[in-house]
């Protein structure tokens, strides 16, 4: 198991730090990037300002109800253009609404999970995410934008 790059998209501060407790705990290191809404995701992913010296992301774990742009538009920014199409993107959001979850299977999410309102749950969660990405999925290498 190699560490990969996961770029965390999440407004709530506290889910940030959960996820962020969480991923500490897990086995293989890996280099977390947070952003806090769709307009930084975009700019961290085309390497903008302020994100000049972003690498690009393994692994992506969108919120969906995001400020400025929400993840759906991301998720269909994302999955559209050629440079990022490749990075598997996990939709977590607190919606259970049918809706939310037809709407991001049809923008191409590789999965959609509802997050736990529990905090021993979430973490658990947060641990299962990333043991299926880092430990039994093969993940395509993004070495665009030079990373």
Known sequence: MSPIHILLVEDNEGDIVLTLEALKDVKTPNKISVVRNGEEAIQFL???VPFTE???PDLILLD???PLIDG???LKYVKT???HKIIPVVMLSSSV???DILESYQGHANCYISKPTETDQYFDMVKK???FWVSIVDLPKTNHHGS
């Open 46 to 48: 085309d390497r903008t």
């Open 54 to 56: 972003a690498s690009a």
């Open 64 to 66: 969906i109800y995001l």
């Open 72 to 74: 759906k538009e991301v």
């Open 81 to 83: 253009h050629s440079d």
């Open 97 to 99: 609404a049918s809706n």
């Open 129 to 131: 995410v990333e043991n």
